[in-house]
Nanobody
């Protein structure tokens, strides 16, 4: 099974940018659909976006469309979340997830990383 480690979080001012990375280890990474999710304090984890195994198809939550971009590099076993025009409400712990079935991404059966904190300040 794949193991996931997120990095790249930190403190950024509103309007700024951050790039999160998710490193995957284990075999068959290119067979997994990948997703990003986030959890703000006191809130439930929510969907941010997904990318297909080949990278050709992406889907985003409405609140990040036009601001966030997901990409992957299967040769490096990496997935990225490029975040621009960050808002205070983007503050959360960001998690990457993997699943063979894109329809099941985010479920308990998905593989999850440990998360990386993103804090947006005014």
């Amino acid at each position: 099974q794949v193991q996931l480690v997120e990095s790249g979080g930190g403190l950024v001012q509103a309007g700024g940018s951050l790039r999160l990375s998710c490193a995957a280890s284990g075999d068959t990474f290119s067979s997994y659909a990948m997703g990003w999710f986030r959890q703000a304090p006191g809130k439930e984890r929510e969907f941010v976006g997904t990318i297909s195994w080949g990278g050709g198809t992406t889907h985003y939550a409405d609140f990040v469309k036009g601001r966030f971009t997901i990409s992957r590099d299967n040769s490096k076993n990496m997935v990225y979340l490029e975040m621009n025009s960050l808002k205070l409400e983007d503050t959360a712990v960001y998690y990457c997830a993997a699943d063979f079935d894109v329809g099941k991404l985010g479920s308990l059966s998905s593989r999850w990383g440990q998360g990386t904190q993103v804090t947006v300040s005014s």
